[in-house]
């Protein structure tokens, strides 16, 4: 069975800082680029970040220079260490794979909350 | 970067009813373009590949056309079980963004 598991969310002030850890199993994580999406209530779906399976990361203009994709394919798992968070941030972040050009695998979803 | 214009942004139909949703791209993503179901509190569904092919499971009242610009997502009868908002989405060089449109949320009238 496929699982994506996200974690690290939370409530965090404004300029702070976090890091959400998405963990894989049930494919081959090595072979799927992975991404960060996030939705914020009552908005629709908007692109963060991805890395590809050679490494090579891009971000959304809105969150280049403050988020940093990685991963770690030992562990079967992507990091998305965000700093200088702004309000403008609060959202669910997902994770999700993708081999070819369809998002095909998907995490449940956690919660960053930027607020004072 | 290319940009997708989503339309409408919502509708509401009665059961049985025939539904379309189009997607316009910025420029010409030959077949690149995908359509996703998201029900409320849950992570999207991919429903349709590639501008026009079914995912697997997924129930044949739903159908995607198009390519280049101009594309269209229908719902041949609407079920009670298709209350969602639907998106399409664009991709291009691979493993760059993955754009999504705005959504459309369909509600039962």
């Known amino acids: 069975e496929v699982q994506l598991v996200e974690s690290g969310g939370g409530l965090v002030q404004p300029g702070g800082s976090l890091r959400l850890s998405c963990a894989a199993s049930?494919?081959?994580?090595?072979?799927?680029?992975m991404h960060w999406v996030r939705q914020a209530t009552g908005k629709g779906l908007e692109w963060v970040s991805v890395?590809?399976?050679?490494?090579?990361?891009y971000y959304a203009g809105s969150v280049k220079g403050r988020f940093t994709i990685s991963r770690e394919n030992a562990k079967n798992s992507v990091y998305l260490q965000m700093n200088s968070l702004r309000t403008g941030d609060t959202a669910v972040y997902y994770c999700?794979?993708?081999?070819?050009?369809?998002?095909?695998?998907w995490g449940q979803g956690t919660l960053v909350t930027v607020s004072s | 970067d290319i940009q997708m214009t989503q339309s409408p942004s919502s509708l509401s139909a009665s059961v049985g009813d025939r539904v379309t949703i189009t997607c316009q791209a910025s420029?010409?993503?030959?077949?690149?373009l995908n359509w996703y179901q998201q029900k409320p509190g849950k992570a999207p569904k991919l429903l349709i590949y590639?501008?026009?092919n079914l995912e697997t499971g997924v129930p044949s009242r739903f159908s995607g056309s198009g390519s280049g610009t101009d594309f269209t997502f229908t719902i041949s009868s609407l079920q009670p079980e298709d209350i969602a908002t639907y998106y399409c989405?664009?991709?291009?060089?691979?493993?760059?963004?993955?754009?999504f449109g705005g959504g459309t949320k369909v509600e039962i009238k």
């Open positions: 590639d501008a026009s």
């Open positions: 890395i590809g399976t050679a490494g090579d990361t």
């Open positions: 049930g494919f081959t994580f090595s072979s799927y680029d």
């Open positions: 420029q010409d993503i030959s077949n690149y």
């Open positions: 989405q664009q991709y291009d060089n691979l493993p760059r963004p993955l754009i």
């Open positions: 999700a794979g993708a081999v070819t050009g369809s998002f095909d695998y």
